[in-house]
């Protein structure tokens, strides 16, 4: 196959031995398989901003951290350079998270190194050592779709944890290996705190990761763990083993309708006797 222009450099500097074939391409990026050494890892060639089809960047870099204040002028202004500084900013997040996932001890790639707009990472393979499929290409056991499930949502609670939404997570962007699912496609994630989108972010992935599973196992509509865990997190009671019931207690407040009514009328009787008192003031 043609090797791809951002990869030819990394084939030059010996970093990478061989393009392998092409994994998937997707909005914001190339996936392949390549040779270092004795060992295949997977290339993710990003791509440049015009071509990606990810529509909603400005949300997804709120929060996020820029090295200095030039940088961010440069940004904002959108000149030649700050476009190449978000382009940097965009790619090094990818990498930052999955860093900062692992050592949390969430299921995700392990990263090597990010070049040039192409992060070299593990090659997340299932029990025959083929390539692992995505969720979305799998058909669960109920009971399978369950243990899954949990297991995700403990993923997702650990990556709170350590300050991280995912912001994109859907059935799309997990693969399964002979121990679960993996958590792939990050470089859209924000800081759980820093972002003022990332508690509606929160609630979509939850959503979708919930929706999938309740394709197999049905009785999974029926919970509310998006509430429950974000609840949790705001009163900074989460942690990465705090048991879960999948309900949420709503508050409710009774209204005291006479009290209200009493209040309405008391009010009403001011308004009239103030009218009353302008109306004598102007007749003297």
């Known amino acids: 196959m043609k090797t791809p222009n951002r990869l030819q450099p990394l084939i030059d500097d010996g970093l990478i031995d061989d393009v392998l074939q092409r994994l998937k391409s997707g909005k914001e990026a190339d996936v392949y398989t390549v040779r270092c050494g004795d060992a295949i890892h997977c ?9 990606r089809s990810f529509r909603q960047a400005v949300q997804y870099q709120e929060g996020r951290k820029v090295r200095n204040s030039r ?3 440069a940004m904002q202004k959108g000149s030649k350079f700050g476009r190449k500084q978000q382009e940097e900013v965009w790619h090094t997040a990818e990498v930052d998270a999955l860093f900062r996932l692992a050592h949390a001890g969430v299921r995700v790639p392990q990263p090597s190194i990010c070049l040039d707009g192409v992060l070299i990472m593990e090659l997340i393979t299932d029990a025959e050592g083929a390539v692992a499929p995505r969720l979305s290409d799998v058909t669960l056991s109920e009971e399978t779709a369950v243990a899954h499930f949990h ?5 997702i609670v650990r990556m709170l944890c350590a300050g991280l939404v995912h912001g994109d997570l859907s059935e799309f962007n997990v693969l399964l290996d002979a121990q679960g699912p993996v958590i792939i496609d990050l470089p859209q994630a924000v800081d759980a705190a820093a972002n003022n989108h990332a508690k509606a972010m929160f609630m979509r992935d939850v959503t979708n990761i919930t929706e999938y599973y309740a394709q197999f196992a049905p009785s999974l509509r029926q919970t509310r763990y998006g509430k429950e865990i974000w609840a949790l997190y705001e009163d900074g009671k989460l ?11 709503e508050e409710t407040h009774e209204v005291d309708m006479g009290a209200l009514l009493d209040e309405i009328i008391a009010a009403e009787d001011d308004f009239y006797a ?5 109306q004598a003031r102007d007749d003297e």
């Open 151 to 155: 297991l995700m949502l403990r993923n």
């Open 239 to 249: 942690t990465p083993e705090t048991p879960l019931s999948g309900h949420v207690v």
């Open 274 to 278: 103030r009218q009353r008192a302008a």
């Open 71 to 73: 940088d961010a002028r």
């Open 43 to 51: 290339a993710k060639v990003y791509k440049e901003a015009s071509q």
